[in-house]
């Protein structure tokens, strides 16, 4: 089973830039596509930018487009999400989650129901 730990959160300014780490353990973790979602206060939790398993495939949310870039390194069991140009409205928990099944080339990660181990969650604030 795959088990996922989020860092890299934290309080930038707005214009600046984070870069979220979501460390896996677990054998099938290079075999999943993956997904970055944030969750802000009283709103529902979104899918911000997924990647394929192979990383040849990569869906981002319209309100992060061209700010935002996702990668994977299966080698370090690691995906991550580069955050820059950030907004006050960027302001939410960022979790990472694994797709169900193996080896799928889907990236769009608007169905959250098709994700079923997900991190903890790393806060991450914006300044304006």
């Known amino acids: 089973q795959v088990q996922l730990v989020e860092s890299g959160g934290g309080l930038v300014q707005a214009g600046g830039s984070l870069r979220l780490s979501c460390a896996a353990s677990g054998r099938t973790f290079s075999s999943r596509a993956m997904g970055w979602f944030r969750q802000a206060p009283g709103k529902e939790r979104e899918c911000v930018a997924g990647?394929?398993?192979?990383?040849?495939?990569?869906y981002y949310a319209d309100s992060v487009k061209g700010r935002f870039t996702i990668s994977r390194d299966n080698a370090k069991n690691t995906v991550y999400l580069q955050m820059n140009s950030l907004k006050p409205e960027d302001t939410a928990v960022y979790y990472c989650a694994a797709r169900k099944g193996s080896f799928s080339t889907t990236s769009d990660c608007t169905r959250l129901r098709e994700y079923d181990v997900w991190g903890q969650g790393t806060q991450v604030t914006v300044s304006s």
């Open positions: 990647i394929s398993w192979s990383g040849g495939y990569t």
